[in-house]
Every structure is written in C-alpha cells, then in structure tokens.
C-alpha cells in the first residue's frame, strides 16, 4: 500500500487544530489515519460516518455511509475498545437503511449478523413483520433473560404480542401478567403513573377476551375501573403524557382487523412503537387513501354498512396513531374527532353492545392520555355496563 505522507499529515493536523472540524472533513481525515494505524482510528472512523449518516436526508447516501461504517467496525481488531458497540450501531444503521428502500433480504441478512453481535430486537421485529411470530418470540424470551432491560414495557409488550400472533393464548397473558405485577408495584412505589396501569389492564382484558376467558376479562376491566376511579377522584388535568405507551398499545388492538403478515406481504411489528422497517412503514400508512374510499362508500350506501364504517373509521384512526400518536404537539385536537366519531357512529348501532363498547374504550384510554380522568371513567363505566361486567 503507497501512504500519502502529506494527506496523512494534514488529516493529523486537522483533528489536533483548534478549528471544529465539520462532518466531512472529520470522515475524510479519518478515512486517510484508518488506512495507516487501523488499531487506533478504526473506531474513530465508524463514529464520524454514523454521525454524518444522522445528519443526512438522502436514502442512498444514507445507505453508503451504513455500509462504509458496518465495514470499517467490522476491520476494528477484536477487544479493541468500543468496536461491539460501534458495530452494532454501524449495523442497526445499515438494515434501517436498506429497509427504508425495500431491499428486505438484504436488511434481514444485517438483522441476523446484528443479532449475534447481541442484539436481537431488528431480527425480531422482522420476523414479526412476515408473520413469523414464534420465532420473534422466542428471541423476545432470549432477549428478557438480560436483567431488567430485557423486561422494560417495551420488551414485555412486543414478546405477549408475538406470542399472541403465534396463537400462543395463555403464554402471552403470562408474560403481560409479569408485565402488569411490575407495574403494580411500580405504581404502589409512586415510581410509575396509575395511568400505565390503566392502559395495561385494559389491554390484558383484550387479551383474554381474545382468548375465549370472557370471565377472566371481566374481572381485568373491573380492575381498570377501580384505577380510573381513582384517578377520577385524584388526578389532576394537565398537558398530555406518555404517550408512547397509548400509541402502542392502541395500535396493537387493531391488529385483528389487519391483513395477516407473510413474507410476501410484511405487516407491522404490531406491539412495538413505530420503530418499523421503512418499507413496512409506508405500506401501512400508504394504505390511508383507500381505507377513507372504502369508509365514502360505505358511508354513502347507508345504515346497512354502518357496521362496515365503523370499523374502517377504527382502522383509520389507528394507522394516524401509528403515523404520530407519541407527539404532543396538539394532540388532543388532531385526535379527538377519530375517537368522538367512533362512539357517534357506534351509538347508531343499538343492537351492537360490542362495537359501542369498543369505542367507548378507545375514546376512555385517549382520554385518559389527554389526563382527562372524570369523562375517562364515564366511558369506561358505559362500556363495562354494556359488556355486562
């Protein structure tokens, strides 16, 4: 290899000067000091290319610098310091890369290499997007094994909801039990807000619904109700708040009502917040124009496809929480006609407790995000009434 002693020179020069360095320059230097003392600038290099990579709005620039980051941490010598974590984060920036421009097998290949670098949440999230949710699940339970990271909301939420893909009923209500028990002590110990709680129980109710324990669900709800008197009674009104876990857990209970996920037709990872593949993403979302075309016609041919409307209204309303249900920015009054029309609609259907119910829920568990608690319970009472809890 011929060095060029004066590129190396003034790559030297630049990073010891007392000038900031912009991106560019910083990648270019270390490009040039990595060829000649890879042991020490290796790692230098992969930090400046990601940190260009972030500040880049071009996908296919994008990609380039993920490739080159991935490669230069896979040449930084074993046990060097930094090299797992700066290769791990060199991958995680190269498969969202190659996802967010379709190329799925070959992001999944960087999943796989990503999750023996020991991390394993990508892969999982792929395999849940083609449906193949017993094996998302099983890396899920490997992943839980990692102390308390491996049991945070996020986590415990994503391995009940592959398990529940998988048809795996009674595994998932005990994960999300593990899940609830914490959060119950987490609320005794004033370190986690009742309204988690809330969200949670309501959710679980969903779940044994789903798996033919309409006894077990009624008791859940009644537990749900119990918190919302509470909080009814002694919350106070205030901005918006954790909002990341509404979305989520709104969004995972419209997954019913979705296309089933395969490999040829990917859905999303439904019980993760939005951290999707870009392609699955945008197919989701890309599905807005014809789901508002399909609730026209049926709006138009009247009381006989109100049922039809209703639930296509629903699945609107949950692809807009996918899209920005976490940010707070008015976020009361980009939501509140999903939810208002949903029980009007519903209300319309006097013979349909179930439907009525179900909007009643939503609207109750959105309002409880807009820290509106007295309304809140209001509905919820109505819909366990309905339910005959």
Known sequence: MTIDHDAVLRARVLLLGSRQPSRVELVDAYRVLAEV???????????????????????????????????AARRTEAGAPRREEGLRRALDAY????????????????????????????????????????????????????????RSFETMVRWAANLEGAGLYDAASAVFRELLEETRRGVARKRVALETLTWELVHFSRM?????????????????????????ATGKPGHPSLLGCWSTLFVLSGRA?????????????????????????????????DLEAEAEAARLRGADRLPELVDVRRRIGIRA????????????????????????????????????????????????ATRSFVPAHADFAEAVALLGD
């Open 95 to 150: 498969q969202a890369s190659l996802f967010a421009l379709g190329r799925r097998a070959e992001g999944r290949a960087i999943c796989e290499e990503l999750a023996e670098a020991g991390r394993s949440g990508p892969l999982a999230r792929v395999l849940a997007e083609e449906g193949y949710f017993r094996e998302a699940a099983a890396l899920d339970e490997e992943g839980a094994g990692n102390g308390s990271a491996g």
């Open 37 to 71: 003392s890879p042991k020490a600038y290796l790692p230098g290099l992969v930090d400046a290319l990601l940190a260009l990579y972030h500040g880049s709005r071009d996908p296919k620039v994008e990609l380039e610098l993920a490739a080159e980051a991935s490669r």
């Open 321 to 368: 929480a996918a899209r920005d249900g976490n940010r707070s920015y008015r976020f009361e009054e980009r939501f509140t006609p999903y939810f208002d029309e949903g029980v009007t609609l519903a209300r319309r259907l006097p013979d349909d407790r179930a439907r009525l119910a179900r909007a009643l829920t939503d609207r109750s568990m959105f309002l409880v």
């Open 208 to 232: 044994r619904d789903a798996a033919g324990d309409g006894a077990g669900a009624a008791g859940v709800r009644r537990e749900a109700l119990g918190t919302l008197e509470e909080l009814a």
């Open 257 to 289: 009502a979705e296309p089933a996920a395969n490999p040829g037709s990917p859905m999303p990872p439904f019980g993760t917040e939005p951290r999707w593949s870009g392609d699955v993403r945008d197919r989701f979302l890309g599905m807005l124009p």
